[in-house]
């Protein structure tokens, strides 16, 4: 069974219609959620938002990487196929960021939408080298549970 702190995408009341959306780069910006995505290729760009630490952009890094987490609820390790994102010398840095929504920003006549890709599962930093990399559980990963269903929105942008 698939558990989640909370849902992927949040909503805001606008003329009385739910708008799924997630945070940008400054937290009154917001971009709707238009549709979901599976990235195929590395070196593409990840955006996520973690409530803690804020926005943070960056490649993607490796497709399908298993990882070991610590289940709080068995007490033991549990290994994950994840992605893996390069976020360059900042990054997540708060625990309180897991779980924040991952997605590919879309800009079209300079409006920006985004497509969802998943959630925050893990983040690391090589202290050797400066570097931060970001882990997310596939969006496919979380709907194929069957316990989630994403919301999209439709209208006119």
């Known amino acids: ?23 940008g780069i400054i937290p009154e910006e917001v971009y709707p959620v238009t549709s979901y995505l599976t990235l ?30 610590l289940n709080p609820s068995t007490n033991t390790l549990d290994v994950l196929n994840v992605n893996k994102v390069y976020l360059g010398e900042k990054g997540f840095g ?12 879309n800009v079209n006549n300079g409006n920006i939408t985004a497509q969802a890709l998943g959630i925050i599962t893990y983040f690391d930093s ?7 990399y970001f882990y997310y559980t596939p969006i496919e990963t979380i709907l194929s549970a069957g316990i989630i269903n994403l919301a999209t929105y439709s209208g006119p942008i």
Do not use: Q
């Not at 698939?2 to 799924?20: C, H, K, M, Q, R």
């Not at 195929?40 to 987490?69: H, P, R």
């Open 126 to 132: 090589d202290i050797r080298t400066g570097r931060h």
């Open 94 to 105: 708060s625990f309180e960021d897991t779980g924040g929504p991952v997605y590919k920003r």
């Open 40 to 69: 195929n290729f590395k070196g593409e760009e990840v955006c996520a938002y973690g409530v803690k630490s804020g926005f943070f952009c960056g490649t993607l890094d490796e497709i399908n990487a298993s990882i070991k987490i």
């Open 1 to 23: 069974m698939f558990e989640l702190g909370y849902v992927f995408v949040t909503s805001i009341l606008a003329d009385w219609n739910n708008i799924p959306y997630t945070r």
